[in-house]
């Protein structure tokens, strides 16, 4: 298995746009990720939510829904040819990449976006480009989030994922542990990881991370969440492939959630090559940590026509 891309980087990813969750109970979901994990709500509806930890309109959607899952991956593009390059390398390869019209890109305040489905999932993947920039900054109100860093899936076949993501649209690999775990960069993005993908008996949610400015908020998030008894999961402790601190939660809904710090950075050019871990409990925490049961053990991925 090849861990560089084949297409010579066609298109060039800014970073990971967006998460959008369905809840069985919205208003649960809405307090949770405002006021315990600190996102903003920007707009809120019968039917859903935004909510942001950046400067732009939204980080992570949540949508009313009879059953938890995981409905759209999102990621921003640098350019407008860019986005063009991933429509034709879409087509290509049998995708069916939709255009979005005018006023869908307006209604989530884009320029431009495309639709089309994972293949190995069946997943809505959105790639757009021009997000609006607010001028009003986002602001923590405890916890100093940076962004939304990353998202990491469980998937049926692996290498079929591999093929798609890596092979097929430039992800970069950064470590990987054979036949379990890759992680990926959505290259030139200089984070270790913006897409992780573990092999599993059912393609499901893992975590949705949460990227902060100090160690000093993965400790604070750590006594907040007990103080509202959410369950942790995981940590504190550190992993070894992106040397990241981290802390796993659950939220309202059984997904699990991640604040990190010290995530390694990739050179866009000169990248150390893609390490091979050993298969061992040590690559997930190196203080020698282990998981509660349900770390990582998420919604459902919900296919893009249901």
Request: hydrophobic share 40%.
């Amino acid at each position: 298995m090849t861990t560089q891309s084949n297409t010579a980087h066609p298109m060039r990813f800014s970073r990971l746009g967006y998460c959008r969750l369905r809840c069985p109970d919205l208003g649960a979901s809405i307090r949770f990720y405002r006021d315990l994990v600190g996102l903003e709500l920007m707009k809120e509806t019968a039917d859903g939510a935004w909510l942001r930890c950046s400067d732009k309109p939204y980080d992570m959607v949540l949508e009313r829904g009879d059953a938890p899952g995981l409905s759209a991956v999102g990621f921003e593009l640098e350019s407008e040819s860019d986005l063009e390059a991933a429509f034709a390398r879409l087509a290509e390869l049998g995708c069916d990449p939709q255009w979005a019209d005018d006023a869908t890109n307006a209604a989530q305040q884009v320029k431009r976006s495309v639709r089309f489905s994972d293949p190995v999932s069946a997943m809505e993947i959105d790639f757009y480009w021009g997000p609006e920039t607010l001028s009003e900054p986002y602001v923590p109100p405890h916890t100093k989030i940076v962004r939304m860093g990353h998202v990491v899936l469980n998937v049926t076949d692996l290498d079929a994922a591999h093929r798609f993501w890596v092979e097929d649209l430039g992800f970069a690999v950064s470590d990987r542990v054979e036949g379990v775990a890759e992680w990926l960069r959505a290259w030139p993005n200089p984070l270790h990881h913006t897409l992780a993908l573990l092999q599993h008996d059912a393609n499901t949610l893992h975590h949705i991370n949460f990227m902060v400015s100090d160690i000093d908020d993965v400790g604070g998030a750590m006594n907040r969440m007990k103080g509202a008894d959410v369950p942790i999961v995981f940590g504190p402790g550190r992993h070894l492939p992106s040397t990241s601190i981290f802390l796993y939660f659950l939220d309202p809904d059984g997904n699990t959630a991640e604040f990190s710090f010290g995530m390694e950075l990739f050179d866009e050019e000169g990248a150390r090559e893609a390490r091979e871990l050993e298969h061992k409990a040590e690559v997930m925490d190196i203080w020698g940590g282990r998981p509660d049961p349900r770390f990582g053990k998420g919604s459902a991925i919900v296919a893009a026509s249901a």
